[in-house]
């Protein structure tokens, strides 16, 4: 038993955890509320530097874990054959499904049990509605009225599933949910809250893609763009309203974590894709979804999308070797600040196609420790929730 808790670690409340409290490290920055224009105000003492991927077809090494990371695939990959490449750790950084349905939830453990890596590494987003259990068990009338998933259509998936919450079908992955799991020496905490926009950055978005929605579909035969984005904290799953809210929960991220994985975007850019510049064809005003301007939150319309204390907790108190995260699907791509590596995982583009191939990365074993460990690590940690 006391290896397991050596393995896995909740979230840390007090100074147990790094011997000192994490309480008012981190302060609300005043511009919190207005992501782009808090960008705005930092960009300028900011390195971001483009990095290319490791190529998937490398030879593993045997002194690094090979971690293949994906994010928002949407139930788009389960039947795809070949789209997951060779590694030892698969990493989900959340949105696996479309609006969170128990079955949708088993297609995808099912998907992950089948993959040969030796361990799976899972956060939900803010689409896996019913693994948000305030949700579930606080808003059944929210998920009735917007989702139509109704109480009974619900608990009747579970009683026909065996099981008595979502959560639970989860059994082929090691499933974070501000906790923690350390595998070979490397100690990964993973985090699904986000932070929201708020109504004025929303009707903005609303109106650019009526815009671009009227001026493709007039040209070529296009699936009509969503807003990737929420336009209140309650709407979808582990939502949080921007400042005290979500710091709470950065709060929780130990100092020592070497990869951190949250679902929403640190404030910042993106590495612009072909789909946005596709965009920005139509909309030239649009062009300040500029290359290497940042870690991958910036929307289609120019919107930021990240949490301004997330990046500051990251690069003043936590400093993760990576960070991996997803959500903004036009933000996929890989970036640094000269010591963390940020990566978008985005899987999905921003019409729900998942053209956009996991990510890769090779991280050093510590020393003391071995690849042989991960046979040590459970294959799910349902006894943890």
């Not at 929780?252 to 974590?257: C, F, G």
Request: glycine letters at 8%; aromatic letters at 8%.
């Amino acid at each position: 038993m006391n290896a397991i808790k050596s393995i896995f670690s909740g979230p840390s409340t007090d100074s147990s955890a790094s011997g000192k409290s994490f309480a008012g490290k981190v302060p609300i920055h005043p511009l919190t509320s207005n992501p782009t224009k808090a960008w705005d105000k930092i960009k300028v003492k900011q390195v971001v530097e483009k990095v290319q991927p490791t190529d998937p077809s490398t030879e593993i090494p045997e002194d690094k874990i090979r971690f293949v990371f994906l994010s928002d695939t949407h139930s788009q990959v389960e039947k795809l054959t070949g789209f997951v490449p060779p590694g030892d750790v698969v990493v989900h950084a959340g949105d696996f499904t479309q609006i969170g349905l128990p079955g949708a939830i088993q297609k995808f453990d099912t998907f992950l049990g089948s993959l040969p890596h030796k361990r799976k590494v899972v956060i939900a987003g803010n689409h896996d509605l019913t693994l948000d259990l305030d949700m579930v068990k606080n808003r059944r009338d929210h998920l009735h009225d917007k989702f139509q998933i109704s109480e009974s259509k619900f608990e009747k998936a579970l009683e026909e599933l065996q099981v008595a919450t979502s959560r639970e079908l989860l059994k082929s992955c090691i499933y974070l949910l501000d906790s923690s799991v350390t595998v070979c020496g490397i100690k990964i905490h993973g985090s699904p809250w986000r932070c929201t926009n708020y109504k004025a950055e929303t009707d903005a978005t609303k109106q650019a893609l009526k815009m671009v929605n009227n001026k493709i579909s007039k040209t070529s035969k296009v699936v009509i763009l969503s807003d990737a984005r929420q336009p209140f904290f309650g709407d979808w799953g582990f939502n949080l309203p921007r400042g005290e809210a979500c710091l709470e929960k950065w709060d929780k991220i130990p100092d020592d974590t070497d990869i951190l994985i949250t679902h929403g975007p640190p404030l910042g850019g993106n590495v612009r894709t072909f789909e946005s510049s596709c965009l920005i064809l139509l909309y030239p005003e649009w062009s300040n979804l500029s290359r290497g301007q940042g870690h991958g939150d910036a929307c289609f319309d120019g919107q930021r999308a990240g949490c301004v204390e997330l990046l500051t907790t990251i690069q003043t108190r936590v400093k993760p070797r990576y960070h991996l995260f997803g959500h903004i699907h036009e933000g996929y791509g890989i970036t640094t600040d000269g010591h963390t590596t940020f990566i978008n995982g985005s899987n999905c583009t921003l019409r729900y196609k998942p053209q956009n191939p996991p990510i890769v990365f090779d991280f050093p074993i510590p020393e003391g420790h071995s690849k042989a460990e991960l046979g040590d690590l459970p294959l799910n940690n349902l006894d943890e929730h």
